[in-house]
Nanobody, 122 residues
Framework: VQLQASGGGLVQAGGTLRLSCAGS??????????MGWFRQAPGKEREFLAG????????IYADSVKGRFTISNDNAKNTLHLQMSGLKPEDTAVYYC??????????????WGQGTQVTVSS
């Protein structure tokens, strides 16, 4: 399984950014996989942000991003997105996409992308 994240960059506070993650591999031939977004800021632990099941019917969010970030997927293209709005300087971090078998709300994500840097200036 390979995951390739993209879309990071520098944005001003209050701005928007859309991250994408392209997945490939046999995991995506299944009907019980989930994908998610995480981030890690310097000196901090990795933080779960949002997860979605393969059908898109189950979406979960961390309280820190609920109402500002929206997770979505395109099954036909094995692509995951994270639409981020109302960005704050504290959202600055490396953002990672991840995938797993099973539900998106359990912590055991098995596959990870390489990360994309998001920097929010004040």
């Amino acid at each position: 399984v390979q995951l390739q994240a993209s879309g990071g960059g520098l944005v001003q506070a209050g701005g928007t950014l859309r991250l994408s993650c392209a997945g490939s591999g046999r995991l995506f031939e299944r009907y019980n996989y989930a994908m998610g977004w995480f981030r890690q800021a310097p000196g901090k632990e990795r933080e779960f942000l949002a997860g979605i099941d393969w059908s898109g019917s189950m979406r979960i969010y961390a309280d820190s991003v609920k109402g500002r970030f929206t997770i979505s997927n395109d099954n036909a293209k094995n692509t995951l997105h994270l639409q981020m709005s109302g960005l704050k300087p504290e959202d600055t971090a490396v953002y990672y996409c991840a995938a797993k078998l099973g539900r998106p709300d359990t912590p055991n994500y098995s596959y990870w992308g390489q990360g994309t840097q998001v920097t929010v200036s004040s």
